[in-house]
């Protein structure tokens, strides 16, 4: 049993390695699907979090965006919304605001409300997160063109083909740079932009990155 395998050593660390544990087996569960284990995890973490840290901790507002993220993928949009604005918050609170667990939690939030056609507070997000990486110079990073990307991705679903295809554009410059032309993200920032280009009806152009994408 892994998490019998898994807490077993408990006793040998420290209380926060045994919560972060906790946590980790509640991420595992939830990604394989087992929502039983996933509750009972989860709340065992937030449990020991939220009386050995409080609930103003960053420790605390970790959990609550991976309650977030679950209720996202169970079509439970408004919990989940609740779970990331409480942890921007905690985030803003305890930690400078250009903290990377801050960005990522509001990049969650533009996800959903994406996922929810509410394109307007999507883009709020997406852009405030792009403001404050530029602010940290990370214009090069790859969470930089993650944001980008889920920029350009509601800006295609908008039909504004223009504004997606230079997001992509940026996008496919740093994935060269950082992780090279042969790997599967890069192939994908292709295929995307080569469908803007179909969208467009510049068929020359989006058959030569179709085909540079696939080979």
Known sequence: NISKTLLSSAGRIESQAYENLNHQLAIYYQNTGNENLYEEYIEKARSMVERKLGKQHPEYANILRTKGNYYRRMGRFNLAELEFRDATEIYLNAEPQNSIYYISTIKN?????????????????????????????MIYEIDYAI????????????????????LLLQVL??????????NKDYAECLNKLANIYLMQENYIKSEILFKEAIS
């Open 109 to 137: 939030l533009g996800s959903l409300f994406n996922a929810i056609g509410n394109r307007l507070d999507a883009e709020k997000q997406f852009i405030k997160a792009k403001n404050i990486l530029e602010s940290k110079k």
């Open 147 to 166: 944001i980008l990307e889920s920029l350009a991705h509601l800006y295609y679903n908008q039909k504004k083909y223009k504004d997606s295809e230079q």
């Open 173 to 182: 410059n740093i994935r060269k740079t950082s992780q090279g032309n042969t």
